[in-house]
């Protein structure tokens, strides 16, 4: 297993939308291990692949304390949004900076799962949050996007300023 560099926001690549998956192969359960232990080591929740330049429609989780239940979803679709639900939110692209975002209540997915079976999931609470948050994400969609232009703007212009800061000290 290996870590993969999360991309920052605003890199255009981030907008790239993820494409379907043909084959679930052992290339992509090696990229959904590689996912989870950059998320866990992040330390984040969710994971799309686009996120690490990978335009697959792939995401991983794990709500879990013990960071002992991951879940995989390749080729994900929302099938049903039901309900509105605020929730404070966070991004691993978006490296410190927490927004109240508006989403669906509760959704339910269809996808494949880690050895490509078919899974048809209802969800609520933190795991609709983290469903939809991540799918928006293989669509070339930040949570940036649901701020107002000012919020975003500024977001941008602080995360911009620090990767020139790093950029110049190594």
Excluded at 17 to 43: F, N
Excluded at 74 to 93: D, F, K
Excluded at 101 to 128: I, M, W, Y
Excluded at 139 to 161: Q, T
Aim: aromatic fraction near 4%; proline fraction near 5%; glycine fraction near 6%.
């Amino acid at each position: 297993m290996a870590r993969l560099t999360i991309l920052h926001y605003p890199d255009p690549r981030l907008r790239k939308p993820g494409v379907a998956v043909e084959t679930v192969d052992d290339g992509v359960r090696a990229l959904i291990d590689d996912m989870l232990e950059t998320m866990y080591a992040a330390p984040g929740i969710g994971l799309a692949a686009t996120q690490v330049n990978v335009q697959k429609r792939i995401v991983v989780m794990d709500l879990s304390e013990e960071k002992n239940q991951p879940l995989a979803f390749i080729n994900p679709t929302l099938l049903e949004r039901e309900g509105e639900s605020e929730s404070e939110e966070g991004c691993l692209s978006v490296p410190g900076f927490y927004e109240t975002v508006q989403r669906a209540e509760r959704v339910r997915l269809s996808a494949l799962g880690r050895d490509g079976e078919p899974l048809d999931l209802e969800a609520t609470g933190l795991l609709a949050v983290c469903i939809q948050h991540e799918l928006d994400h293989l669509n070339g969609k930040l949570f940036v996007d649901y701020l107002s232009a000012l919020k975003r703007d500024r977001i941008r212009k602080k995360l911009e300023k620090q990767a020139r800061q790093e950029a110049h000290t190594s």
